[in-house]
């Protein structure tokens, strides 16, 4: 029994992504066809010649029907593919898995959410018929619960906990201001997010990310065919993903300061990837920020710096476009919103862009040139009950 | 000898403010308070509430049997002794099934123990009474009444009205269970008039001219009380407590006058702070009195409800021992404050917008049906090597763990001003309780602002929501309010 992973065998050639934004004007058709044949442009590809898709939508469609009716696909194998706010991540996993097997030349990973249909705020999951015992609070209401308990653990005043957080919001929407396809374009500097009202514990609407439609698309072959696609694959260096058991929800050990699944999904991932100090080794990386506590306990499960530290290096800039290693360099959920099938592959739009050196001048990252691994990390869940998935992709082989 | 054997009362947490009613309503209201059920409660979990104390089971302690002493472990509990339950309302949840079946599996009463509601009518309580006294040598029956009491806003039932459960345990002296106040005379009449009424379907009931219920009502109240002193041989100074419990005001009044007993030995009707709460009436304030008697004393119990029904009871020497669960005094002294506007908001007299999220998804009766222990007697599991708690309970536990009243403390708490509710914001607290196991749920009876770390709950069943008629019950936690600070 061993997690192998796929390193160096599959690789990224072609990508797509829609801009992030409230679409009225277009439904999860329109966002499919939009972002699937940017990456066939990208891949220099046609729909035919992708031999299986697979789709990662949360809720805006069932089955591979939802991709192959709107591309019109003939005779193609198509898996609708979930897994809470991972989905994205999840199709991409499962399409490079599908190549590295041998089963497939060439696949494609689509995720897609059409959210803004629903006429609520926020995002809204499926009711599934139960027996009426599960939680009822929101997303933001569970993730808010870190704040008080990360302050208590390691002295971090109240005040301060509250700039540590406005401080991740600010830099995320600085770095969404310079991304025309991030959903909020503006800064905002932490003297008017710590005056936002509170909606859920500590958190203001701004500590939440955004809520968006949008898809984004990836092209996957076999490592040694990627040249023959583009000069610049970005190769699969590791994909690992954990399914909590939910158990930590009834641990009177846990205490909210970590998320267990994402530990474990980060060491596995540097185990195949071969990263040892991923603070150095990393020129980039990508999260889940859905709220900003969120990040601020990921810089610590994801081993960017020690237990209790974070909340020192996020005021210090360390994670800053410029900083140590750059975060959300695109922006992240903070400024594109979570269209939740398609933010798992939004994180790898934005690996793709900054690793070839095609993120514009005023959002590149600082490491550029100097580092070519990036991370994407994708998360579904609650705090003691999450998915947890992290990829490392680079441009060099070995 | 067969009476009284326990009793157990609830009392919502939140009390209306009646000179609150008129600026609001232009008209009515008064003076003092009237007891308010909290949005998320009903007859059915007020039903569970005051059944749980009666059985002797409050939050912190084991079950510990009818007579207060602890029995050895939940199996041996005094539920296991019931043989039947009713369950009296006029405010019934559901109609077409029975409720007493959720009371049933709140308490996790035998199979074979029957569930019955008696409902429609404050008279009701009287007929589960009834019916439970005259089944000598049929074991210990356990009578739940319970009401929710609602008027027009503005109208004399809303401000005269209140919110309550209580609930009687009533079987034959035994060893284990001694009678505490024993039944000595009976008397009843009957009669056909018209005073208050509700269509089925209307959630208020109107009343006729206030003399002719007076009237009526007081001629048969004595009727019924000439009957029960003769049955009894006694005269009116042998009564050292009245109880008069009745749903017209005046008529209550005027029957005191009439009855021959002093005013002084009535029995305190808590119109002043917790309103008429109609068919739990006579069980509260039955209840309240004994908490107050001596032993060997006479308490008489008249009840007006379309006739008068008069009960004599004669307390016993094992009242000198018993300590009630949740006593009606601490319970009266313990509440906090609900605004007008809310209140009309929680009884559905002020539709108000609510948070734009969807409601909640109705219940599964399938999935409810496997999960019933869980559900509704907070039963989780305990591991193997009995270290772990689980709640919810585990599959690959083997011994099941009931968590309904334990005790336990705030670890993390946070305030949902997002979450659909009937009554936002959501308070919502991760609890480590005593006995063992943690549970992240939702809070109640409580104020956003006096939430803590550290601070001690309780568990209560609680209506979470209502959709396609189906309502979802489950528990939730609320303050600990003691008036001494006992041990746990």
Not at chain 2, 22 to 50: C, F, I, K, L, N
Not at chain 2, 110 to 135: N, Q
Request: hydrophobic content about 40%; charged content about 20%; some cysteine.
């Amino acid at each position: 029994m061993a997690s192998h992973g796929i390193k160096d065998r599959v690789a990224i050639v072609g990508m797509g992504c829609t801009r992030f934004a409230e679409h009225w004007d277009s439904g999860a058709d329109e966002l499919l066809l939009s972002a699937t044949g940017e990456a066939f442009t990208a891949g220099g590809v046609t729909k035919e010649q992708i031999d299986a898709y697979w789709l990662g939508t949360a809720q805006s469609g069932m089955s591979g029907i939802t991709l192959a009716r709107p591309l019109e696909l003939e005779g193609k194998p198509v898996t609708r593919v979930e897994n809470y706010c991972a989905t994205g991540s999840e199709a991409l996993r499962q399409a490079a898995y599908a190549v590295a097997s041998g089963a497939y030349d060439i696949a494609m990973a689509v995720g897609v959410e059409k959210v803004k249909d629903s006429g609520y705020q926020g995002l809204n999951a499926f009711p599934i018929p139960g027996d009426g015992t599960a939680r009822t609070v929101t997303a933001a209401a569970m993730f808010s619960m870190v704040v008080p308990a990360y302050g208590a653990k390691y002295g971090v005043a109240p005040q301060e906990m509250r700039e540590v957080l406005a401080r991740i919001a600010s830099k995320n929407h600085a770095n969404g201001a310079r991304n025309p396809k991030a959903q909020f374009r503006k800064e905002w500097p932490v003297e008017k997010l710590l005056a936002m009202p509170r909606v859920a514990g500590e958190l203001s609407v701004f500590d939440c990310a955004g809520v968006a439609d949008g898809a984004a698309a990836a092209i996957v072959v076999r490592a040694e065919d990627a040249l023959g696609y583009t000069d610049k694959p970005l190769y699969i260096k590791a994909l690992s993903l954990v399914a909590g058991n939910g158990l930590p929800l009834g641990d009177p050990a846990y205490d909210y300061t970590t998320f267990p699944e994402i530990v474990a999904a980060a060491e596995d991932a540097y185990r195949q990837a071969g990263i040892a100090d991923p603070r150095r080794e990393l020129a980039m990386a990508e999260v889940h920020d859905c709220f900003t506590p969120t990040e601020l306990v990921l810089m610590e499960d994801l081993g960017f710096c020690e237990r209790g530290k974070a909340w020192q290096d996020v005021l210090s800039g360390a994670f800053d476009l410029d900083g140590e290693l750059p975060v959300n360099p695109d922006g992240g959920l903070k400024s594109f919103g979570h269209p939740v099938g398609a933010s798992g592959l939004r994180m790898m739009y934005e690996a793709w862009l900054q690793l070839r050196g095609e993120a514009p001048a005023e959002r590149r990252i600082g490491t550029f040139g100097e580092r070519d691994l990036a991370l994407t990390h994708n998360l579904g869940g609650y705090p003691g009950e999450m998915v947890g998935f992290v990829s490392v992709l680079g441009t060099r082989l070995g | 000898m067969r009476g009284i054997l326990g009793w157990g009362v609830h009392l919502p947490y939140r009390r209306l403010d009646r000179t609150a009613i008129a600026p609001v309503a232009g008209t009515g209201g008064g003076t003092g308070t009237r007891a308010v059920a909290s949005y998320d409660e009903d007859t059915t979990t007020m039903g569970v509430a005051a059944a749980l104390a009666a059985l002797g089971r409050e939050a912190g302690g084991e079950d510990r049997g009818v007579r207060g002493s602890h029995t050895s472990g939940s199996q041996a509990s005094a539920s296991q002794t019931i043989r039947t339950l009713w369950f009296a309302t006029t405010a019934p949840a559901y109609q077409d099934r029975t409720n007493a079946t959720a009371l049933h599996a709140a308490l996790r009463l035998p199979r074979t123990t029957p569930a019955y509601d008696a409902t429609g009518a404050v008279r009701s309580t009287t007929a589960a009474l009834d019916a439970a006294l005259s089944a000598a040598g049929t074991g210990t029956h356990l009578v739940v009444a319970s009401d929710l009491r609602t008027g027009r806003p503005g109208s004399a039932d809303e401000a005269a009205g209140g919110d309550a459960a209580a609930a009687l345990l009533i079987g034959d002296e035994a060893p284990e269970t001694p009678v505490l106040a024993e039944l000595t005379a009976r008397a009843g009449v009957t009669e056909e008039f018209l005073d208050r009424w509700r269509a089925p379907g209307d959630q208020t009931s109107k009343t006729w001219e206030d003399r002719f219920g007076e009237t009526r009502y007081t001629t048969v109240a004595i009727e019924a009380w000439n009957g029960l002193l003769t049955a009894a041989g006694l005269t009116p100074d042998a009564i050292d407590v009245l109880v008069i419990a009745g749903t017209h005001e005046r008529a209550a009044k005027s029957v005191l006058k009439k009855t021959g007993v002093p005013a002084s030995r009535l029995h305190d009707p808590f119109a002043a702070t917790v309103g008429n709460t109609g068919a739990a009436h006579p069980a509260l304030l039955m209840a309240s009195a004994l908490e107050g008697a001596q032993p060997h004393q006479s308490i008489a119990l008249l009840i007006l409800a379309d006739g008068a029904d008069a009960f004599l009871w004669r307390t016993t020497e094992a009242l000198a021992a018993h300590r009630p669960a949740r006593p009606v005094a601490e319970q009266l002294a313990q509440s906090g404050s609900v605004t007008y506007g809310r209140y009309l908001a929680w009884r559905g007299f002020l539709p108000v917008e609510p948070p734009r999220r969807p409601e909640p998804a109705r219940t599964s009766a399938s999935a409810a049906a496997r999960a019933t222990d869980w559900k509704f007697a907070l039963v989780g599991t305990r591991s193997d090597d009995g270290d772990a708690v689980h709640l919810p309970p585990s599959p690959f536990d083997p011994t099941p763990h009931p968590a309904a009243t334990a005790e336990g403390t705030i670890v993390t708490f946070t305030v949902d001003r997002l979450a659909y509710s009937p009554s936002p914001p959501v308070v919502f607290a991760v609890v480590d309780f005593d006995g063992g196991g943690r549970l992240p749920l939702e809070l109640t009876d409580v104020d956003a602002g006096e939430v803590a770390i550290g601070l001690r709950v309780e568990a209560t069943f609680r209506r979470l929501s209502s959709a396609d008629g189906i309502h979802n019950y489950f528990w939730k936690a609320r303050p600990v309010r003691r008036l001494d600070q006992r041990d746990h």
